[in-house]
């Protein structure tokens, strides 16, 4: 049984805490934690991912239903069997009480008790266990192993780069209860997208009667960045501006994943425009090409006012020529 | 199973790595034996409009070996006919594309 991980804790934030505190909460300390900001990076990124793993759940309307759920269950002592995954509409498969064998991993940057109840796709592969449990469950008959599937959380930073993860598996076989643990590495190529599988060749169920085991695919989902998203190779950034700065113009430092580069804003930049920066995105593939890097403008507005600051909007207002509701 | 378990393990020179090539493509007849089966079955399905290679050099990707595997799965296993397969794959689709739509509004 996996232990159960207090999210709410992890985030800081109370059990009634809304959609926008969560998020708030969030970004605070992701920024905080943020393994290129913090000066002990293998524990920072620990932390990094565990905050991630946090808000993948509670920032979920529906998995945040169904944590709580979990929750009171736990309190009880009678966790929910963790039978209603992802995948499991598919007819058995995905359906983590069909399978033969029970997996486990480690290294993908997700807890146990993530994968057991929150993992998005079916962990048990398609083709996967669904026959051990059919009338041919003894039979001899050469099968070839079902394919399994893991979530592995990749930060923008790795992402970029590309990297070697380590990873442990560990294969509980539900009929003798024999525990196998294999451990190996991955390597996950540079520009690896969001939602991409990464397949394994022969680390899936094993195999019946002498046939080959099925596969491991490893799904990579971006860690959410404090100031990035991805959309494939090109990455987001949201940049709030001054009234001002949207009319006059300016010039503003934006980070990339690269590092920080200035930002000509053109004068009367419009709220939502987006402007792109080519080939500040993440690598594709092989070729050396990257993709772009999408900057949102979004103008804001003062929630409070000195009173110069009022004395100068109120000139504005009297001098100024704009109509907003005028017929173009 | 405890905590522990979300520790990586720690990195050794013996163990084994494993490098998919990422931008790994296949023949009709290497795909169709990796998927354990014969090129006339996977020309049927590329026919069928349930599997397609790469525009271009007409070969397969790792995509499309596990979506030949589930087509074999829900013909062989599932006693599904053509039109179910072609029914089945259309919905599945449908249902992964929302699931990353949620997951990237969620992300903004």
Redesign the interface.
């Known amino acids: 049984m996996a232990e159960f991980k207090d999210y709410y804790a992890i985030l800081g934030v109370g059990r009634e805490a809304t959609a926008a505190e969560i998020k708030k909460a969030f970004r605070k300390l992701a920024r905080t934690w943020h393994p290129d900001v913090a000066k002990d990076k293998a524990g920072a990124e620990a932390k990094f991912k565990e905050i991630n793993e946090a808000q993948e759940v509670l920032g979920d309307p529906e998995k945040r239903a169904k944590y709580d759920r979990l929750g009171a269950d736990w309190e009880h002592g009678a966790p929910a069997a963790p039978s209603a995954r992802g995948g499991g509409a598919w007819g058995g498969p995905g359906d983590g009480q069909q399978g033969a064998e029970d997996f486990h991993f480690g290294g993908t940057g997700f807890s146990d008790f993530f994968e057991q109840y929150f993992s998005g796709g079916s962990r048990y592969g398609f083709p996967g266990g669904a026959r051990a449990a059919g009338p041919e469950a003894g039979s001899t008959r050469p099968r070839r192993g079902g394919d399994v599937e893991g979530d592995l959380m990749v930060t923008l930073e790795e992402a970029m780069r590309g990297m070697v993860r380590p990873i442990s598996m560990q294969t509980v076989n539900r009929q003798t209860g024999k525990i196998d643990r294999q451990d190996f590495q991955v390597r996950i190529p540079p520009g690896a997208t969001d939602g991409r599988r990464i397949r394994v060749p022969g680390q899936g169920e094993a195999g019946q009667g002498g046939a080959e085991a099925g596969d491991l695919y490893l799904r990579v989902r971006h860690a959410a960045h404090p100031d990035f998203t991805t959309e494939g190779a090109d990455l987001r950034h949201d940049l709030e501006l001054a009234p001002w700065e949207a009319v006059l113009g300016a010039e503003v430092v934006v980070p990339t994943l690269d590092g920080p580069i200035k930002l000509k804003i053109p004068p009367f930049a419009e709220n939502g425009q987006v402007m792109r920066v080519r080939t500040r995105g993440l690598p594709k593939g092989k070729s050396g090409e990257r993709g772009d890097f999408l900057v949102t403008l979004l103008v804001r507005l003062p929630e409070a006012l000195t009173e110069a600051e009022r004395k100068l909007w109120e000139q504005l207002r009297d001098a100024s020529t704009f109509q907003p509701r005028a017929a173009k | 199973?405890?905590?522990?378990?979300?520790?990586?393990?720690?990195?050794s020179s013996d163990?084994?790595?494993?490098?998919?090539d990422?931008?790994v493509a296949y023949t009709i007849e290497v795909i169709a034996s990796l998927a354990?089966l014969d090129s006339v079955t996977v020309l049927h399905y590329q026919e069928m409009g349930v599997l397609s290679p790469r525009a271009g050099d007409a070969l397969f990707d790792?995509?499309a070996?596990?979506r030949l595997?589930?087509i074999?799965?829900l013909r062989a296993?599932?006693g599904v006919n053509d039109a179910g397969i072609r029914l089945i794959l259309a919905l599945?689709e449908e249902v992964e594309m929302l699931?990353?739509e949620?997951?990237?509004r969620?992300?903004?």
Do not use: I, K, T, Y
């Open positions: 199973m405890n905590s522990r378990h979300d520790l990586p393990p720690a990195a163990m084994p790595v494993f490098e998919p990422p931008e354990g790792e995509e070996l596990r595997r589930r074999h799965h296993e599932c599945m699931r990353e949620r997951r990237q969620r992300h903004q």
